[in-house]
């Protein structure tokens, strides 16, 4: 669950990413997008009685793919690519770990979100 000041916004953000269609939840200040690999990432706007403001904190999403025949490293680039389009920008520059190729985005609403390309 993600709160943001535009929560539409994030999530059309969101769906462009992971190529999937944002839905609107429970009420105009609610969307829904779905997850690919089942559930959803809830996106609303915090109450004005409650607000949640920005703040830095440990917590953050972790979008994975799978390299295809091009490497690890040019699927990320490229998903990199799309990120950037949509708003997103680059927190590190992307890197080889044991485990897959990573990059450290920020997106629209600056949540930290990891790209992690597993090969």
């Known amino acids: 669950m993600l709160a943001a000041d535009d929560p539409a916004a994030l999530a059309r ?60 490293h040019a699927v990320l680039n490229d998903w ?3 990120a950037l389009a949509l708003g997103d920008s680059l927190e590190d520059p992307p890197r080889q770990e044991s485990f897959g190729a990573e990059a450290w985005l920020l997106d629209p609403e600056d949540n930290r979100l990891l790209l992690l390309v597993l090969p």
């Open 80 to 82: 990199i690519t799309a």
């Open 13 to 72: 953000f969101y769906g462009a990413l992971l190529n999937v269609e944002p839905q609107p939840g429970l009420s105009s200040t609610h969307w829904r997008v779905p997850w690919p690999a089942g559930g959803w990432l809830e996106v609303y706007a915090p109450s004005r009685s409650r607000p949640q403001p920005r703040q830095p904190g440990r917590l953050a999403l972790c979008l994975q793919r799978k390299a295809d025949g091009s490497g690890a």
